[in-house]
Each structure stands twice: as structure tokens, then as C-alpha cells.
T-cell receptor
Framework: DGGITQSPKYLFRKEGQNVTLSCEQN?????MYWYRQDPGQGLRLIYY???????QKGDIAEGYSVSREKKESFPLTVTSAQKNPTAFYLC????????????FGSGTRLTVV | QQQVKQSPQSLIVQKGGIPIINCAYE??????FPWYQQFPGKGPALLIA?????SEKKEGRFTISFNKSAKQFSLHIMDSQPGDSATYFC????????????FGKGTTLSVSS
């Protein structure tokens, strides 16, 4: 079945450590996105990529980094510079045509301990 | 100008009621307005979407009403059921420019039986 796989589902990180969240899609979608979800804050855009080897910052990119070396993969690194990294992270992809919408993964819940 | 303002934050209705969720935007360049439904621990899923050239769109029990002059759009859920209990997000983007979706902060709906 086609879809988006995010791993791991739960992740614990010590303060001061970098951590990478995985996002893989087999939908042959060109565009991929990372959102952060906090209670009462909705979904806030971190980074997005319309094509391989190209990506743009979203509204809250500080403390995060991404790469897009393959069409299928868009990993997100949460660096130690991110002041408040504990959150639910959602990856999405789209064909670039709006009416077909985004396909979201099931998310990764990151907790800093 | 990039914000999408959503209200109410939470909503409780009885089974069979018609909950209404409202969203407002400022950026007149937005041309794609989807609604997403999210269950706890899952990623959001596309529910219904509309473009500004129509004033209303229905899909099953879900209806979007769109008021271009007021820069507002709303979601109505007819004959609501306990299974509709979820968080609903409105969103907007400049689809022709390939910009990423900007989401509202979400409305948590509870339908009591």
C-alpha cells in the first residue's frame, strides 16, 4: 500500500543531543513537508521541499535542519539549538496539485528528558 | 497576512446536531482551502476542500461554505455522530504558486451520544 512512514513513533532525547526523525513515502510525490504540532497551536510549518535537492524554510525553521537527497525521503534533524523540541512532528507529502491534498504520516512524538 | 484564524477552539454537540467551525484569512492570494480531520495519535486526513470560485461544496455530511468578500469559510457537519469526535483544522495556500499549507489552530469537536 502507498503511504508515508514516519519512524520512530516515540523518541526520547537528552538535552544537548541532535536527533533525526525519518520520513519515507512511496507515493511518488514530488513535495514533502514537516510540521510541528503542539496543543492549541495547530500545525506549524518547519521546512518543505518541492523537488529533490531543494527545500525552503517554514515559519519555525530555527533549530531544525533537513535534507532531500532522494525523492522518497525527507529526514528532519532536531538540533540542540532548538529551545523547546518536545512536540508531535508530522511529515506530509503531496503531488503538488492542491485538490488531492496532503498525505500525512502517523507522526513522531519527541520528548526531551 | 499569512495567518488563518480558526474558531471555536472546542465544541460540544449532541448526536444529530450541526457543529459549525469557522475560519478567516487575510491573504487574498490564497486559492485553495482544505479541511483536515485528525484523530488522537494519528496524522490529519483530508476531509473536503474548496476553491474560491464556488460558494459551497458538499461531500456526504460535510459542507464547506465560502464567502470570498468576507474572506471567511466554514465547515458544517450534518447529523453529527460520536465517530465525528476529532480535531478539525482549516488550512489555506496559494496553490498555483506551490506554497505550503498554512493551518488554523484547530477545533476539538466532541459529539455526545
Amino acid at each position: 500500500d502507498g503511504g508515508i512512514t514516519q519512524s520512530p513513533k516515540y523518541l526520547f532525547r537528552k538535552e544537548g543531543q541532535n536527533v533525526t526523525l525519518s520520513c519515507e513515502q512511496n507515493l511518488n510525490h514530488d513535495a514533502m513537508y514537516w510540521y510541528r504540532q503542539d496543543p492549541g497551536q495547530g500545525l506549524r510549518l518547519i521546512y518543505y521541499s518541492q523537488i529533490v535537492n531543494d527545500f525552503q524554510k517554514g515559519d519555525i525553521a530555527e533549530g531544525y535542519s533537513v535534507s532531500r537527497e532522494k525523492k522518497e525521503s525527507f529526514p528532519l534533524t532536531v538540533t540542540s539549538a532548538q529551545k523547546n523540541p518536545t512536540a508531535f512532528y508530522l511529515c506530509a507529502s503531496s503531488s503538488g496539485i492542491g485538490l488531492y491534498g496532503y498525505t500525512f504520516g502517523s507522526g513522531t512524538r519527541l520528548t526531551v528528558v | 497576512q499569512q495567518q488563518v484564524k480558526q474558531s471555536p477552539q472546542s465544541l460540544i454537540v449532541q448526536k444529530g446536531g450541526i457543529p459549525i467551525i469557522n475560519c478567516a484569512y487575510e491573504n487574498t492570494a490564497f486559492d485553495y482551502f482544505p479541511w483536515y480531520q485528525q484523530f488522537p495519535g494519528k496524522g490529519p486526513a483530508l476531509l473536503i476542500a474548496i476553491r474560491p470560485d464556488v460558494s459551497e461544496k458538499k461531500e456526504g455530511r460535510f459542507t464547506i461554505s465560502f464567502n470570498k468578500s468576507a474572506k471567511q469559510f466554514s465547515l458544517h457537519i450534518m447529523d453529527s455522530q460520536p465517530g465525528d469526535s476529532a480535531t478539525y483544522f482549516c488550512a489555506a495556500s496559494i496553490d498555483q504558486a506551490g506554497t505550503a499549507l498554512i493551518f488554523g489552530k484547530g477545533t476539538t469537536l466532541s459529539v455526545s451520544s
